[in-house]
């Protein structure tokens, strides 16, 4: 059985490792690099500077980067929910002029930004 062998086991059976054998599984294993969408990492940094607490309980469960591609999950659904919605209200319907129509789409995709983040992004 090779060194890295019986570090993993050891690590598999929940055993104390050495300085050594933590060196050893460190250049064997890659650590697992999470990519958060922007809402994702809105909330991330959200938790990071207001709500520490739950921050570090999220990161002690493990359940950190479950709960911010949730939120990612959840801010697509309610872009796409509303902006259904909103492109059937008057106010944001294409008139055909490139320059006006710019402008409306911009405005909506502001006014949805908007509720993503009061409603999803930054609640603690």
Do not use: C
């Amino acid at each position: 059985m090779t060194e890295l062998e019986m570090v993993m086991r050891k690590v598999e059976n929940d055993e104390e490792l050495t300085v050594e054998e933590v060196t050893v599984y460190e250049a064997n294993v890659k650590p697992v690099k999470h990519v958060y969408g922007k809402y994702g990492t809105l909330a991330k940094q959200y938790l990071e500077e207001h709500a520490v607490g739950k921050y570090w309980g999220l990161i002690a469960a493990g359940a950190l980067p479950e709960y911010l591609h949730g939120i990612d999950r959840q801010a697509d659904e309610l872009y796409e929910i509303m902006e259904k919605k909103l492109s059937q209200n008057e106010q944001y319907k294409r008139t055909g002029n490139f320059m006006e129509d710019a402008r409306r789409i911009n405005a909506m995709q502001k006014v949805i930004e908007e509720e993503i983040l009061a409603e999803i992004v930054y609640v603690a």
